[in-house]
């Protein structure tokens, strides 16, 4: 009877931990910053970037799903706009000094739900910290474009061949693909605008 009331009062105890548990937050490796960038309407003559816009900074994984489910899904986005999951302090662009030796692995999908389904194993495979090479990887971004929406994954130090292949491969995986695909430099995408593979996996 005694050890019966026992085992109740532990129930009731561990029933209580978990609900309490679930209320709680459930706080990520880091923080992560949501961008967007509508180039739907471009101004005349307005330089690169003026129309990037830093939108969340989050570190839980209620407010990624709650960010996700409402915002950032690239289906919602309208032509000629992008959608980027960054480290938070780190900006989308090659002028940052996280990025300025980077470069991206690039996959182009055909149609929409393809583009929401690899964005959304991405971001969680990035927020779950599922790359061996973390450090490398500086965010990810999804476009809209007439001729093939696209995702690139930028990483940090584009001459370290072991470490891009590494994540290649890793994504390849995450995302489902087995065509393959292409890493470019921003260094070479900086100097012409149609630039050459460095690497492929
Ligand atoms: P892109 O990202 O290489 O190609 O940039 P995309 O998005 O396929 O091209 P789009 O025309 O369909 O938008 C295209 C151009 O934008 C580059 O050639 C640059 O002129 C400019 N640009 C892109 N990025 C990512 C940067 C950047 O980080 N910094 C600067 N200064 N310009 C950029």
Redesign the pocket.
């Not at 989308?92 to 002028?95: A, C, I, L």
């Given at each position: 009877m005694a050890t019966e009331a026992a085992t109740e009062v532990t129930g009731a105890v561990v029933a209580e931990a978990v609900a309490e548990t679930a209320k709680q937050p459930h706080r990520l490796e880091r923080k992560w910053t949501f961008w967007f960038d509508n180039?739907s309407k471009p101004k005349q003559g307005a330089?690169?970037?003026t129309s990037l816009r830093k939108a969340y900074t989050f570190e839980t994984v209620e407010e990624f799903w709650c960010l996700y489910d409402q915002i950032f899904r690239p289906s919602k986005l309208p032509g000629?706009a992008?959608f980027h999951l960054f480290k938070a302090g780190i900006e989308?662009?090659?002028?940052d000094p996280e990025?300025a030796n980077g470069g991206k692995w690039s996959v182009t999908s055909n149609r929409k739900v393809n583009l929401d389904t690899m964005w959304l194993e991405t971001l969680m495979a990035l927020i779950g910290e599922q790359f061996d090479e973390a450090d490398e990887i500086c965010g990810v971004?999804a476009?809209v474009?007439q001729?093939g929406d696209?995702l690139?994954l930028w990483t940090k130090t584009a001459t370290n061949e072991a470490a891009q292949m590494g994540i290649g491969r890793k994504w390849k995986e995450i995302i489902d693909v087995t065509e393959k695909i292409t890493y470019t430099f921003?260094d070479d995408?900086?100097r012409e605008?149609s630039v050459k593979s460095r690497y492929n996996v």
């Open positions: 180039q330089a690169w970037g000629n992008d989308p662009k090659w002028e990025c971004v476009s474009r001729r696209k690139a921003h995408s900086k605008r």
